[in-house]
């Protein structure tokens, strides 16, 4: 079992910035991929970005240009800034790890951007 711990949500206005963190809290070899994923009230859970022990990233279309996905392979750590925020962003984000023998989620963070 893998845990990992989630930090950087909160409150914020319209067209603020916030950065979300994602650590293993286990020592890890290596990762497949990491990424952010969030769910609105009422909402699927959704991708938000993704990236690989590579570098290969992948952006939902609502956060191109907006988020940038980050990881440090050493640490086995991933952050996602997250800069012109919208009301419509306000979800739990939930980080994601993938590993070889599995899929580890976090306890999911809440990001409120008011307008």
């Known amino acids: 079992q893998v845990h990992l711990v989630e930090s950087g949500g909160g409150l914020v206005q319209a067209g603020g910035s916030l950065r979300l963190s994602c650590a293993a809290a286990?020592?890890?070899?290596?990762?497949?991929?990491m990424g952010w994923y969030r769910q609105a009230p009422g909402k699927e859970r959704e991708l938000v970005a993704t990236?690989?022990?590579?570098?290969?990233?992948n952006y939902s279309d609502s956060a191109k240009g907006r988020f940038t996905i980050s990881a440090d392979n050493a640490k086995n750590t991933a952050s996602l800034q997250m800069s012109s925020l919208k009301p419509e962003d306000t979800a739990v984000y939930y980080c994601?790890?993938?590993?070889?023998?599995?899929?580890?989620w976090g306890q999911g963070t809440q990001v409120t951007v008011s307008s």
């Open positions: 994601n790890l993938v590993l070889n023998w599995g899929t580890y």
């Open positions: 286990e020592g890890i070899w290596s990762f497949n991929r």
């Open positions: 990236i690989t022990r590579g570098g290969e990233t």
